[in-house]
């Protein structure tokens, strides 16, 4: 088999440094090429690159296959017509090309990466199959974040803040998933990455523009924070997670252009803010101001999943039969919310009031964000349903990505409006800093 050739990569200035992607548990078999002659090694014994290997030229299409059914799961490489086994590969296309893993009934997408791949058999509690992870320099990697997190058309500013957040995030955080075998995951967790198919001119430009800058807190990488939109007032860390220390460049920020200083903790002052967003740098968001309508049924069905989850124990609500917010932070997030059952009435905390409507887990099904006030349905004195009244999208805590877009249209300089949002963080070069500046206390 074989696949069309295809322009060679724009290239991306490098950092010099590399960084390991999780992309995650692809399918059971991997069909894989590249634009370059390539190479795979057995068990990922890469030291002798040059040597000969398991060759193939440019676009001949290679058959992983992983089996599970030894103690010890193997892969087998299918390809030129012989058949090689081994516990894991890894893949290094010769010329700086692409590495594509095409789609397959398991896996419907088109994966095309940068660097070199590394390929392992893993057996979960529920599935199985081969695990991939993307090793790249760090810009590269960074090229393929960008576009993901914020859209294209944000201006040049807003876009360069995007890059040393991503960068001084992926710094910072380099190793979080160390005991897996990589350094970040290719999701919300940690940093969105879509490998070369998600690459702009706009996001290699960016990266381009600012190759060797990160956010630094004195002489440490900031523990930087960033969501897509705050709705008009950031929040301070340790209100959104628990056990978060309380860094100074994380504290409740306003977002509007006339800086609001009231206090938000009362559900008439949330609503008279919700009704006044004009000011406001992120309100071209389209989650600036929503609402969510739920029947109890689907509150009880959700609730039920997610309770056991969250507070990690036995939760049995029965039918729901009220909501209410039992406490709000200064900036008006919730911080305590009272879900009442014929069977149990349980609290939940924080921000994990977003995931009661993701089963309890980090996901884009949750609540948008924990600014709100709720609307119950009555009928009969029986709750029938619930609306809730929300701004904003995400933890709210740190950079607000829309918000930086409104500020550099307003003229802002990505030097000032990162001041904005994390008052103290400076831009530094890193090549004029030591490995050790890259402190970890206070991690959210």
Known sequence: QTVNSCQPLPPVRKAGTEIRIGIGRVSS???????????????????????????????????????????????????????????????????????????????????????????????????????????????????????????????????????????????????????????????????????????????????????????????????????????????????????????????????QSVPFQGDLSTVEAIKAFLANGDPAFCKESSRFRWTETYTVEQLTSAFSLSLPVLLKSEANLGTLQSLKVLTRSPGGRVQALEIKGTAGTYVVEKDAVRWLLSGGRLGTGGLRSTLFYIEEHMESDCLKGVTFHGAGWGHGVGVCQFGTNGMAKAGFSHKDIISHYCPGVEVKELQVLTSSSSERGGSP
């Not at 390539?38 to 290997?53: E, H, M, N, R, V």
């Not at 695990?131 to 990697?141: A, M």
């Open 29 to 255: 078999e991997i069909f894989l090429t590249s634009d370059e002659d390539f190479a795979l090694f057995a068990d990922g014994d890469s030291s002798d690159i040059g040597g000969k290997g398991n060759e193939f030229t440019r676009e001949t299409v290679v058959t992983l296959r992983a089996s599970f059914e030894t103690p010890e799961p193997r892969i087998t490489l299918s390809g030129n017509g012989q058949e090689t086994q081994a516990g894991a590969f890894l893949i290094r296309s010769r010329n700086a090309g692409r590495l594509r893993i095409l789609p397959s009934k398991e896996n419907g997408k088109n994966l095309v990466f940068r660097g070199s791949l590394q390929i392992r058999p893993e057996k979960g509690k529920t599935h199985q199959g081969l695990f991939v992870v993307n090793t790249l320099d760090l810009n590269e990697y960074l090229a393929g974040v960008l576009s993901r997190e914020i859209p294209p058309t944000f201006l040049p500013e807003a876009q360069k803040i995007m890059v040393l957040a991503a960068r001084t995030f992926a710094l910072r955080n380099r190793g979080r998933h160390g005991k897996e075998g990589f350094d970040l995951c290719a999701t919300v967790h940690c940093q969105v990455y879509g490998g070369v198919e998600s690459e702009t001119d706009i996001s290699r430009g960016s990266v381009d523009q600012c190759p060797s800058e990160a956010l630094f807190f004195g002489n440490a990488l900031a523990n930087i924070k960033y969501h897509s939109t705050c709705g008009g007032i950031t929040e301070e860390a340790s209100r959104v997670w628990s056990g978060a220390s309380s860094l100074p460049y994380l504290r409740s920020v306003s977002d």
